[in-house]
């Protein structure tokens, strides 16, 4: 794809972690099997603990810290910490950073950390094996998370508290099962290379495999499988376009345990400022993306057009237009709200709201006839190419 990136010093520590580990864990645990059998609850041991460390590094190091899509107390920034330690993927500075460096360059293949350019290997795996200076560490887009004392603790005591979480968690499940070694071998050593692979596939695989309904100027991708190996990160093409919703998978009906967890924390008490991109932004980008489609289609399907072409490109710039009109009132009708929040006081601004609701209810259901209207249009266009 490109020219080989220039060789990087060996990481040793990142190759005894995600080498070493994998290849003891393919020797030992098929031997313990043949010899001892593993027990029920070091099997679910292993799936519990998988969902524990995953969901630390997606609900804790990826939304909370790296993209502050919403706000944590105390208590369940400890949680998140200790459970996004149990999946030894390094200090929540170094993740979070490097994960906005991506984002901030994503498929650059000299600034984005993973990109996926560099190809499969590199964005799964590789890139930490090696010390290449993309991934290195700089905390200068991490002020914030340099003033954070739990982020800071972790970070100072990284190592001594990876061991203790360890033990902690599985030692007392070890001990309460009568299975130590199962849970060593399953829960502790087995689980752990899962959490990791399932967390590369997001930089791998979620800028591979899926679709692009929100926007194409990056390689991330949607994509329902990968969704459910990884707690719902696998809507990475809306992540992409829009990293500070604490959801990925933003429709109600996506699957995003990593979302349901956080708004239940919320529930609780325990989370608060949960950020959202309003719909409207999010229907825009789906429907501009959808235009963009629609054109590519009618430049590939065009070409068996024997009629007129002509009136089924007027007719996308006909509802390109009338889209066009949608927005335009739309940001009037924002720009009124903000007036009216400088202007007045409450009583105003609750009788604008409420206008404002009803206003914007129309409008969406403007911008969804548009979008039938162009699906339509689509459809019969790849139908029947000939006869438009
Ligand atoms: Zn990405
Ligand atoms: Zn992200």
């Not at 909370?64 to 996004?84: F, N, S």
């Amino acid at each position: 794809m490109n020219a080989p990136l220039p060789k990087a010093p060996i990481n040793w520590i990142a190759v005894f972690a995600l080498v070493f580990l994998p290849i003891v864990a393919i020797i030992a645990i098929p031997l313990y099997a043949y010899h001892h059998d593993f027990s029920v609850s070091a099997w679910v041991s292993m799936f519990v603990l998988l969902g524990v460390s995953s969901l630390g590094i997606t609900a804790g190091y990826h939304r909370l810290w790296a993209h502050r899509a919403y706000e944590a107390t105390l208590p369940l920034k400890i949680i998140l910490m200790l459970m996004g330690t149990f999946a030894v993927q390094n200090s929540i500075l170094f993740w979070a950073s490097g994960h906005r460096t991506h984002h901030r360059h994503v498929d650059d293949i000299d600034q984005d950390p993973y990109s996926i350019n560099n190809g499969f290997w590199y964005a799964h795996i590789g890139w930490m094996l090696r010390n290449y200076p993309a991934a290195e560490a700089n905390y200068k887009n991490a002020p914030d998370l340099l003033k954070d004392k739990v982020v800071m603790f972790q970070d100072k005591y990284y190592v001594p508290l990876v061991i203790a979480v360890h033990a902690a968690i599985l030692l007392p499940i070890g001990w309460a099962t009568g299975d130590m070694w199962g849970v060593l071998l399953l829960g502790g050593l087995m689980r752990l290379i899962l959490s990791h692979h399932v967390t590369f596939f997001i930089n791998s695989l979620c800028h591979m495999w899926g679709k692009r309904p929100y926007t194409d100027e990056n390689t991330a991708r949607d994509n329902f499988w990968l969704a459910i190996a990884t707690w719902g990160e696998g809507y990475h093409n809306y992540h992409h376009i829009f990293q500070y919703d604490y959801r990925n998978g933003v429709k109600w009906w996506q699957y995003d345990p990593t979302k349901w967890l956080i708004w239940s924390c919320s529930k609780l008490g325990l989370a608060k400022n949960l950020r959202r991109i309003p719909s409207f932004n999010i229907k825009k980008a789906e429907l501009a993306m959808k235009f963009k489609y629609a054109e590519q289609d009618l430049a590939v399907y065009g070409h068996n057009v024997t009629e007129d072409i002509s009136t089924v490109k007027s007719r996308i710039a006909q509802e390109y237009d009338a889209f066009s009109q949608t927005l335009n009132d739309w940001t009037k009708l924002k720009e009124l709200e903000i007036q009216a929040k400088k202007a007045s006081m409450a009583e105003k601004i609750h009788q604008m709201d409420d206008k404002l609701k009803v206003e914007f209810q129309l409008v969406e259901q403007r911008l969804a006839h548009h979008r039938a209207a162009l699906n339509l249009l689509v459809r019969n266009l790849k139908k029947n190419p000939a006869s438009n």
